[in-house]
């Protein structure tokens, strides 16, 4: 799993936020420089910072947060190799299946290892994670991926499993299944021999048309499986931001501040900007509405509230969550 760290040291994975939907995985190295659109930023000045850490460019001209690693983020800057789950619909099918700390998942396929890392941070060190993929790039990038990750409780398997079904040497005894594939029917009819069978299973089928629906149901009652229910995660995004409390005073400076900055105005573009001994340009002011310093949300120096803001919803349709359960037959053997 990712391991949690307070501060940022040489060679370690940080996720630079450098805006809404643009993070970026990079692995700390001295002398490396992020270059983003918003200035460079050299490795160097992150080491030693706290994870969560905002920093600005070399020339002062941008900022960027420095965040730790968790599923939820990995989700959303993980190179993409696949289509993958994202957290509404992981978050989602972990709780309904009652994935929990010590559970035991079979995942098939792998893909870009989007959900494994998921379900690898709530089994825990008590649980397992058995993950399949039969595309051997795809295979071989997840397993380094895992290895540097530290997901050690994942067991990842290149394999096909509609025609090779899931055994392997360890004993697998599966309480729960995900399957991401074309053609989950052809995978279902070999999970039998690897769920627990002193237990309840549940199974979550993700696929995004009706047809795959049709034949998943149809293979799934055909091999007892019961319950069968499906659902569509329909999502919309809140973001926790902190805004700046402003006075009336603060109203009557800005006016003030605007007028003043009309009257230099043309003159003063004309002009290069003024400099520090550094070369860089000069404060021209406090305006906490904007121009002038730019302030950093939350700058303790101001006065902040915590406020909630909505995204748009989330319009596109990605999958139809197929869910249905295993009950143990009475006196089978187990
Ligand atoms: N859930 C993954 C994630 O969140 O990153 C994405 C899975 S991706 C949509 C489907 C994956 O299943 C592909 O990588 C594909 O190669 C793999 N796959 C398809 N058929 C398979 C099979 N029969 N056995 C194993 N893997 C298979």
């Known amino acids: 799993m990712f391991q949690h760290k307070k501060t940022i040291a040489e060679g370690d994975l940080v996720l630079a936020y450098i805006g809404r939907d643009n993070l970026k995985p990079i692995t700390v190295k001295s002398g490396d420089v992020l270059q983003t659109k918003y200035g460079n930023f050299p490795h160097t000045d992150m080491i030693g910072k706290p994870f969560g850490s905002q920093v600005t460019s ?72 058995f993950s399949y993929e039969f595309h051997e790039q795809r295979y071989l990038q997840a397993k380094e991926e895992f290895e540097s990750h530290k997901l050690e409780n994942v067991t990842l398997t290149h394999r096909d499993v509609c025609n090779e079904g899931f055994d392997i040497d360890t004993e697998i005894r599966a309480q729960m299944v995900f399957l991401d594939l074309p053609s989950p029917w052809e995978a279902i009819p070999h999970l039998s021999r690897v769920v627990a069978k002193d237990q309840t299973v549940g199974i979550c089928c993700f696929s995004p048309c009706i047809e795959q629906v049709v034949k998943a149901v149809e293979a799934l009652q055909d091999c007892g499986w019961t319950a069968i229910e499906m659902t569509e995660v329909q999502a919309k995004k809140w973001e926790a931001r902190k805004e700046m409390v402003r006075e009336l005073d603060d109203a009557i400076e800005r ?46 120096s101001f006065q902040w509230q915590n406020v909630s803001k909505t995204g748009p919803e989330l319009k596109t349709h990605t999958s139809y969550l197929l869910f249905a359960r295993l009950v143990p037959v009475l006196g089978a053997e187990v």
Do not use: C
Not at 71 to 83: A, F, K, N
């Open 58 to 129: 070399a020339k002062n001209v941008g900022f960027i947060y420095l965040l730790l690693p968790t599923p939820e983020l990995w989700t959303i800057s993980l190179p993409h190799r696949t289509q993958i789950v994202y957290t509404h619909d992981s978050s989602y099918i972990v709780q309904r299946m009652n994935v929990v700390g010590g559970s035991r998942v079979i995942e098939a396929g792998t893909g870009s290892g989007s959900f494994t890392h998921a379900f690898s941070r709530t089994v825990g060190p008590a649980g397992r994670v």
């Open 255 to 300: 006016l003030r501040d605007v007028k003043r900055r009309q009257k230099e105005g043309a003159e003063l573009k004309k002009l290069p900007p003024k400099r520090d001994a550094d070369g860089n340009e000069k404060d021209r002011g406090y305006n906490p509405f904007g121009k002038g310093r730019r302030i950093a949300e939350g700058d303790e």
